[in-house]
């Protein structure tokens, strides 16, 4: 079946370092990925997406390219700030809308 | 806009007792999610509904969850009896696609989560 892993945390990085957080899935198909974020104290949020190979999504400076050949979706941030900290999620989507999460990873940012 | 509510947000009960979740979606959203976050992974999928009626139940454990969307619009969650390993955070979440695709957006909105500790 479907399922994602992620780079297992946590992660814990200065302020201004770069950031990657790996993900690697399986699916039959072409599915679309997504990276949802998670802050203390709130729900899940959409961070960016992409729905083909070879798109980059993109959104707060965090980037991830949908790689098919690798079958990967790595998040990447040049310069994290404090907030930042939080819990990042790796996901797949394929068929009628039912999304399939990674385990999480968390990430703290120290100033 | 206002955002997907949950009550309560944290509830605590012993094993072999009952407990109900409430969501209330995104206004004029026709799909609702019910998910279930244990510790240390990601949420899963329990239940969706497309307006008042079931889409996907099939990792919902049906001999004692239960979800119902009576009119379309809120949902309850119900754990009866609760076991142990039911301790987890359940989430619901909307989105305004509607079963043709033709109008809304697929992207789910979440709500903060209720979290469940079964002693």
């Known amino acids: 079946g479907n399922s994602v892993t992620q780079m297992e945390g946590p992660v814990t990085l200065s302020e201004e370092a770069f950031l990657t957080i790996n993900c690697t899935y399986t699916?039959?198909?072409?599915?679309?990925l997504f990276w949802y974020v998670q802050y203390p104290g709130e729900g899940l949020q959409l961070l960016l997406k992409?729905?083909?190979?070879?798109d980059k999504g993109s959104n707060k400076g965090f980037e991830a390219t949908y790689r098919k050949e690798t079958t990967s979706f790595h998040l990447e941030k040049g310069s994290v700030q404090v907030s930042d900290s939080a819990v990042y999620f790796c996901?797949?989507?394929?068929?009628?809308?039912?999304?399939?999460f990674g385990q999480g990873t968390r990430l703290t940012i120290n100033p | 806009e206002a955002g997907v509510a949950q009550s309560p947000r944290y509830k605590i009960i012993e094993k072999r007792q009952s407990v109900a979740f409430w969501c209330n979606p995104i206004?004029?959203?026709?799909?609702l999610y019910w998910y279930q976050q244990i510790l240390g992974q990601g949420p899963k999928l329990l239940i969706q509904?497309?307006?008042?009626?079931?889409?996907?139940d099939s990792q919902l454990p049906k001999d004692r969850f239960s979800a119902e969307r009576l009119k379309g619009v809120d949902s309850t969650l119900k754990i009866q009896p609760a076991k142990l390993e039911d301790s987890a955070v359940y989430l619901c979440?909307?989105?305004?696609?509607?079963?043709?695709?033709?109008?809304?957006?697929?992207?789910?909105?979440f709500g903060p989560g209720t979290r469940l500790t079964v002693l």
């Open positions: 979440a909307s989105s305004s696609l509607n079963r043709d695709r033709v109008r809304g957006s697929n992207e789910q909105f």
């Open positions: 699916a039959t198909g072409y599915p679309s």
């Open positions: 992409a729905t083909k190979a070879d």
């Open positions: 996901v797949l989507r394929q068929g009628a809308q039912k999304l399939v």
């Open positions: 206004s004029g959203h026709a799909t």
């Open positions: 509904f497309q307006n008042n009626g079931v889409v996907d």
